[in-house]
């Protein structure tokens, strides 16, 4: 059957500009700093590693994402390949782990601006809350708008970027690098936990894919200018920031700012904080849009209440699903805030819930991409890599094994409804043979593929 899935508005500039804000985005703001903390210099290897994990994950996502558009995105793709279960804790590690990371991006936000404006620090809670609604009014208006809106502050981001590593470099000294290892590869292995976060972010397309005009020729396109422009930049700002501030790296709350003043006092930190707090809202619009279509796709397979469906079709807005993540952002920054803030907890319930969607993703991408093509190889390496990040994930991974839990829970409590009661038996016994008998219907609604299942279709 042809497919008759309608193209969306999205092209290379607007696409290119959400997977850079949604993989760059406000990890440069405080990574740099708690790697180096855990790390010290060998921070840097911890970032040439979770790049080479990167580059068959990001081109395994392009694969998928360009072959199968589905608002459901990973989740979809496990559907297909792991069944309805594994796919509802996809969905749920997602919509609901990776949600974690809400209040890291709202604490930044509101750090960075009442350093620069010099406004206390009580004001932060106020900031918080008034970082995360913006977002999600610009993506009640459409991802088209969302699109454009990311290129402008996308835009902002890499050039922040490029100031901040050239004024750095001739500041920085050789002896900052020594001792190389001065945690161990125990803490490489920390830092390397923590840089997850920085490039998580590629499957954030998957769930937008339907929303690009041409999926098969832009995704892969917007992938590749992505992964070279978010590898460079966090590569190079570990090392200067190591070179510049040296053991110091980790001390303040805003480790971008105490770079800037270090290098260009007075109008660095200015520039950095002011661009800094209009990234955190990029970033947010950017994963609002994955998370709408990811809360409307679950919602269309029955996984979440079927109230939140409308919008998971291209071209729709799923303005209930997106109301719903307002609700679960809300409620993980009142947290955040009422327990002081820690930020790197919630990074890595944040991360540890990615490195379960990917291992589950890329498992599952080897078994439904084509045998032997360039994505499937990328697939069976990240696979291997991302099982290795579980590893290294460690007890970090009890959220998102609660959050599976309840994934099983969902099906046992649906098999428990669907068995049939004692005093069905005789009904249904009687029912038997007229079913029997009844010719199989091409348009029995039973075997209607569902919007996981069908590639390239939709439904609200």
């Known amino acids: 059957m042809t ?37 010290g210099p060998a921070s840097i290897v911890s970032v040439l590693a979770v790049i080479v994990l990167a580059v068959p994950l990001a081109g395994t996502f392009a694969a998928l994402a360009a072959r199968y558009p589905d608002p459901g995105g990973v989740a979809s793709y496990v559907r297909r390949a792991l069944g309805p279960t594994a796919a509802r804790a996809t969905g749920y590690w997602f919509y609901f782990g990776v949600a974690a990371g809400f209040p890291v991006l709202a604490i930044l936000g509101s750090e960075y601006l009442s350093a620069i404006l010099h406004i206390d620090r009580a004001a932060v809670t106020l900031l918080v809350f008034a970082i995360l609604v913006p977002p999600f009014v610009v993506n009640m208006l459409g991802v088209r708008v969302a699109g454009w809106v990311q290129f402008v502050l996308t835009g902002l981001l890499v050039g922040i970027v490029v100031f901040v590593v050239a004024a750095a470099f001739p500041a920085v000294e050789a002896s900052r690098f020594e001792p190389f290892l001065p945690h161990g590869w125990a803490g490489v292995g920390t830092a390397v936990s923590l840089f997850v976060w920085a490039f998580a972010g590629w499957e954030v397309g998957t ?22 422009v978010t590898g460079l930049a966090y590569l190079l700002l570990q090392i200067v920031t190591v070179g510049v501030l040296g053991e110091d790296a980790g001390a303040g709350a805003v480790p971008l700012l105490s770079l800037a003043e270090a290098v260009a006092p007075g109008f660095g930190p200015t520039a950095v904080g002011a661009v800094a707090a209009i990234v955190v809202l990029g970033v947010m619009n950017s994963y609002l849009a994955a998370f709408g279509k990811l809360g409307a796709s679950l919602a269309a397979n029955g996984d979440l209440p079927r109230v939140l469906a409308p919008g998971a079709e291209a071209g729709g807005v799923p303005r209930r699903a997106l109301l719903v993540t307002l609700v679960i952002a809300l409620a993980y920054s009142t947290i955040a805030l009422l327990t002081g803030g820690d930020l790197q907890t919630f990074i890595l319930i944040h991360t540890s819930n990615m490195v379960s969607i990917y291992a589950a993703g890329m498992i599952a991408a080897t078994l439904i991409l084509p045998r032997f093509t360039a994505g499937w190889f990328m697939a069976v390496v990240a696979a291997v890599l991302s099982v290795g990040l579980l590893f290294l994930a460690g007890a970090n991974l009890l959220p998102a094994a609660l959050l599976a839990l309840a994934a099983v829970a969902v099906t046992v409590w649906r098999r428990i409804r669907r068995r049939p009661r004692p005093a069905d038996h005789g009904a249904a016994e009687v029912a038997a043979p007229a079913a029997e008998a009844a010719p199989a219907r091409t348009g029995d609604a039973q075997a209607a593929p569902t919007v996981a299942e069908t590639p390239g279709r939709t439904s609200g």
């Open 3 to 39: 497919s008759t899935h309608p193209h969306g508005s999205l092209g290379i500039v607007q696409g290119t500009a959400l997977y850079i804000a949604s993989v760059l985005g406000t990890g440069l703001l405080v990574l740099p700093g708690l790697a180096a903390e855990v790390a």
């Open 207 to 228: 769930h937008i894919s339907g929303e690009f005009r041409d999926p098969r020729r832009i995704i892969p396109l917007a992938t590749g200018i992505a992964l070279v």
